[in-house]
């Protein structure tokens, strides 16, 4: 552009006066092609009309009401409305370009009167602008929605390929702004869209994705049965699945949603004929081979996690299903599955199932009270909860059927243990499924904003049946680690539900069933402790630096530290025999002194004792007041350390210097302690005796482990509350104090 850039105003002239007003005001640049850019300070207070037409007269632009603002940023180019305005940030550059209307007219006459380039060009130029919600809907209020499907029902070779995949991506963007219904699609409309999917018409690869963006929509939002029966004829599972092969991420994606929306959209019936295809070996390797490895986008795993609880939600007739004794036909499957878990634990031949008579009875019955069933003359009354009904039986099964050889040995094991120490199979596996159906959400529907999924569950065709049997396996090893009894049912059962929560980690998911078995075997129930002893530290630590904890803190201190100079002062009264040192600082051998303190705190008495005499305070001859001690000297400054010349330990040796006298001079008391907790306790009681501070080790160990016993009690009742690092302000003072009470 020639020249410098022009400067204008939108706002009136002068100061902008409060800051309310300056924060209105927002300095932005205004481009157009052809012309000089434009910078003003828009005010937001102004309408947008106004806005456009001082523009239109800077430029000399005629007709203004055929111009609008739009953002000129390449993934921001919609334009500028009275709704979204306050979007417009300082430093924006803004641009000048036809208005949607005009703009919506424009590709409708090329669309309806020109030639086949320039309809092509408008059909690319529909594509780009229908992601804005202004544009679409001036389009569709000039019928252009019509038009483009009109186009797509026609099926005429000039809209194939490239011109095809631009109308079908402008009807996605239109109909994404939920300004039209999707029931006015007739059936010739989606006939063509699913031709484009299943190769009937000739297409090209652009058309695929928008065409299964379409189906997708038309299967969950259209309300019309008739148009619905009429897509199932055209439109199956079959020619969907082939698509989760292809090159483009986003093809996958939306081929995985229309499996999902038929899926959610099916009746019962259809519902498990497509599970049959799901649990297919060929679907499943579609999955696992080709959408699972690599990096997958948010909105695949959403879908990815929509299929895994759909496919999971199907557990849940049989998980509300419980036995109907008065239903012979399902009481007599239910009894048949029982034996064979029975017949497959304990491993009955012919010869034993041709006894008859009391003895084969009293033998079943024995089996399935080892197995853990509740009634042994009745075992069917064992699934008559619901949940976790028929769900817990065929879990177990399936465990005995393929995974027969830990099934004999997690029965074995058990039988081999005392009546009160064995984990009851039958009853822990009642218990099991319904925490995995409760930690799965089976039964509920999927959320929108959800991404978690388990790439384990893919892998298998009975995902449920897989995980519980891994899991069962982990309820018996935790189970003999925790040396439990049958009165610790519940809390073995907490304890595997911890661990399987924290094996499903969404941070850390594991991809196969055997990185899952390697997860829990790290979360086996001692490294668990150990793992919520350092997680119970964590949040002490943490809830220790609070600033209302810190100030709660240093206000009870002074209460700790008086109780820990009473503890010491109390020590002192007890007494203590030390060994006995001459004024020159020499040892006496075999001789002691017995040192106490008197009740008032005012004076030590002393004197000598044997090695193993306590005697009583009125038994000490000697006397020495307190007032006269002028300080206690330690370590190597002692007299008696000196003498002893490193003979003896410095670290527990003390000396107590009198008024008017030196530690070297005869008027002093020398000490060594038997141990270096002895020698502490006597530091700190005569310094609190002395007024000064109490510096040993020992002191800030008790002090810190009385201040986080008293905290802990005074918050007792702000279990489970998080305290605020910060405490909260303090509100301002009323006008007045109408509504103190005073009495009359």
Known sequence: MDGAPSRASSGSNGSTGSRGQADNIKKVAVTMAGQQALFMELDQNRPLAGIVEDICDKWNLQNTVDYALQFSEASRQTYITERNRADIQNGNVLQLTESPG?????????????????KVDALKNLSLKCTDQTFAHEFINRDGLKL????????????????????????VALMEHNLVSWDILEPDFTKQVTSCISGARSAGEGCTQPALEILENVILHSTDKAK?????????ADKIIPYLRSHSKDVQQCALAVINAMFMKSSQDKKQKLMACFHSKTFRNDITEYILPGEVSQDMAHELYKHQRLMLNMYEERLKTAVNTSNSAQVITVNKTVEELRRTAFDFSDIADSNTGPSRKSGIAKDLKKLGFTDQSDPVKDFETAPPGLLALDNMIHFAQCHKETYIKVVLENCGRANEQDCPFVQASLKLTNILCDLLKVGEQPYEDETCYYPMFFSVDKPLEEFFSVCIHLCNRTWKEMRASREDFEKVLSVVREQITRALDKNQMPKSFDAFKSKLVVLAYPELKKIWDAERQRREESKAQAKPILELREMIKPEI??????????YLEGGTRFHKYDNKGSRVKNKYQYWRLSANHKAFFYGDCEDKDTPALEQLPNKLAVHEIMEMVTGKNCAHVKQARNKLDSNIAFSLVLEGSRPDEEKCFHFSANSEQEYMLWEDGINALLNNPMTSRQTKEDMDILLNMEIKLRLLETEGITIPKEPPPIPPLPENYNFAYTQA
């Open 148 to 171: 483009v499907i009109s186009y797509v029902i026609s099926g005429s070779k000039s809209f194939s390929g490239d011109p095809l995949m631009y109308l079908l991506r402008s009807f």
């Open 102 to 118: 005009q703009s919506a007219q424009n590709i409708m006459d090329r669309l309806n009167k020109g030639s086949r380039e320039e």
């Open 228 to 236: 619905m029966e009429t897509l199932d004829q055209h439109i199956t």
């Open 561 to 570: 530290l008086e109780l820990v100079r009473k503890h010491r002062l109390t």
